[in-house]
């Protein structure tokens, strides 16, 4: 997550007295506000836990009212204190500083504790009601969810709860994963919008593990839901004769076979972006942006209409970083920030193997583009324990309790070093199951969205000038 502390407030305090308050935002969105004697406080709890040596740097007391300038300096070194806590892979997982965010975010939009019911989304457009307190944190409320659909829990780390925006048109826009540190209660209702939902969605990117999900039947009935739903959407890639067999299936009821086929069709288990823009292989080009099998896929419109479509393997990547900014929303004047109204510029740069001596930094500008990087670390969490021979079933227990750290700042992010591709060729799951029907699906549409740019105009050139085959 993104953490920036990009302005202060005079507030007034319950004696009459005025303060200062730190607005904390996540993403672009605020979180809470914080008085600095707040923020002292967690600092010296997180000393006494962890000793002086690991805690970041924290700002000091002042004896004498601050100055303007010095609100904005203790401003800028309470967000670099912040975002070093978080990047820590101790610190940032702690409960300590979790439940230091939760409380506050709960303060600040002045909700209290009490019984309340929340909607979760599923992929086919079903909700499912669950009733929870008010400051039920994201595991609580994932845990309600897997309750009322009767999933067990060694398959709830294989799920996790996403915000997403629904637009005009119906369609999904994947605001964030939701975290440990937040509500999703107080989430979702300090957005004061319909447009925002709670959706439940697989948290892994190997459909090797899709075998685990489909053996119990809420779990089948789960990733099948999702796999109809990201067809629909025209995610997924189906051909006329693929078309055909899956309705079969479907008519059928054979939910896993329509999974196994699925699991062979392009873009598979991808999460797919709101259109952006790219500098990569020109400035200002417009591109969507998929993430999946351990790859970002750039669709990409240049400048003369040519349409091109390219991978980046994370496997390939050196580094990562997340970086913001504030830019005047145009209205015809050049005022800075500070007095004019502001939008947060979110932008992903990678640093990509080219070539075996070619490393180049690939751009993107998206509002998304945090929920991109989380996208790539999970990636790399999942090679990483494949490759030591770990076990996944681990690792999602421990994300889901809440001990792997996702680390997206506006300061670097490093991946670990290059790993070695993993083979493309791995056998596909073929178990068989028997039918299941206890989640109604609607039927899938003949034909893609006129707007999806997978159209066939798009298809016959998959290399950008300059990369060779083993590159993409």
Known sequence: MHFSIPETEVRSGEN????????????????????YSQLLGLHEQIKKEYGSNVVPTFPPKKIFTLTPAEVEQRREQ????????????????????????????????????????????????????VNILTSDQTEDVLDAAAVKLDLPDDLVGYFSLFL?????????????????FELPYV???????????????????????????????VGLNLLYAQTLSDIERGWILVNKDQHRQLKSLQEKGSKKEFIHLGQTLKYYGYLKFDPCVTDFPEKGCQVI??????????????????????????????????????????????????????????????????SKDRLQWVTITSQQAIMMSTCLQSMVDELMVKKSGGSIKKMLRRRHNGSIHRSDSQQAVKSPP?????????????????????????????????NDISGDDFHGNYAFEGIGDDDL
Not at 164 to 180: C, I, M, P, Y
């Open 16 to 35: 009459g007295s005025s303060y200062v308050a730190y607005n904390i935002h996540v993403n672009g969105v605020l979180h809470c506000r914080v008085r």
């Open 78 to 129: 309470l967000e670099k204190y912040m975002q070093a806590v978080r990047q820590h892979p101790l610190l940032g997982a702690s409960e300590l500083f979790n439940s230091f965010l939760r409380k506050a975010q709960q303060e600040t939009q002045q909700i209290p504790t009490e019984d309340a019911a929340l909607d979760i989304c599923l992929s086919n457009g079903q909700k499912v009601t």
């Open 164 to 180: 997403v925006r629904e637009g005009v048109d119906g369609n999904l826009t994947f605001v964030r994963k939701l975290q440990d």
């Open 187 to 217: 989430s979702i209702t300090s957005l004061q919008s319909s447009d925002y939902h709670i959706i439940l969605r697989k948290s892994y990117w190997d459909m090797a593990y899709d075998g685990d999900v489909m053996d119990n039947r």
């Open 289 to 354: 942006v998929s993430a999946g099998n351990n790859e970002l896929n750039f669709h990409v419109k240049l400048p003369n209409e040519q349409m091109k479509e390219g991978s980046f393997k994370v496997t390939r990547m050196r580094c990562w970083r997340v970086t913001s900014s504030q830019v005047p929303i145009s209205n015809g004047t050049t005022n800075p920030c500070n007095s004019t109204k502001c939008e947060v510029k979110l932008e992903l740069a990678f640093e990509y193997l080219m």
């Open 418 to 450: 290059l790993l070695d591709s993993p083979d493309p060729s791995r056998e596909q799951i073929v178990k068989l199951s028997t039918k299941l029907n206890s989640v109604s699906l609607r039927g899938i549409s003949a034909s893609n969205s006129a």
